[in-house]
C-alpha cells in the first residue's frame, strides 16, 4: 500500500523561502514512478504545480516558474519542492502525487502540509 509523508510546511512572509519534503513508501523501486506536487489554496480546487518524471524531466505551472524547484532523492525514497520569493497566492495545503502510469496520472495519498505566506 503506498503511503506519503508531506512536511515542511510553515507561516512565512512574502519574499521567504521553504522546502516540502514528501517520503513515499509502497514502492518497489521509485526509480520507475513519476511523482509532483498539488496545491490547494483556501476556497479552491487541488491542482498540479510541478512534475518529475522517471527520467528527471520537471514540469511546472506557470506561476511558480523560476521560483520552485523540484527535485528528488531516490536514496531516500523522498520527494522535494524547493520554493522561494514565496507570493501570497502561494499560501495553500501542499501535497504530494505518485503514479506508476505517468505523471498525467498522479494520484494523492496523503494530508498534506500547510503553507501560509504574509505579508
Known amino acids: 500500500q503506498v503511503q506519503v509523508a508531506e512536511s515542511g510546511g510553515d507561516s512565512v512572509q512574502a519574499g521567504g523561502s521553504l522546502r516540502l519534503s514528501c517520503v513515499v513508501s509502497g514502492y518497489t523501486d521509485v526509480n520507475n514512478i513519476c511523482m509532483g506536487w498539488f496545491r490547494q489554496a483556501p476556497g479552491e480546487a487541488r491542482k498540479g504545480i510541478s512534475t518529475?518524471?522517471?527520467?528527471?524531466?520537471?514540469n511546472y505551472t506557470d506561476s511558480v516558474k523560476g521560483r520552485f524547484t523540484i527535485s528528488k532523492d531516490n536514496a531516500k525514497n523522498t520527494l522535494y519542492l524547493q520554493m522561494n520569493d514565496l507570493k501570497l497566492d502561494d499560501t495553500g495545503k501542499y501535497y504530494c502525487g505518485t503514479s506508476i502510469l505517468g505523471c498525467r496520472h498522479l494520484k494523492v495519498w496523503g494530508q498534506g502540509t500547510p503553507v501560509t505566506v504574509s505579508s
Open positions: 518529475i518524471d522517471v527520467d528527471g524531466t520537471t
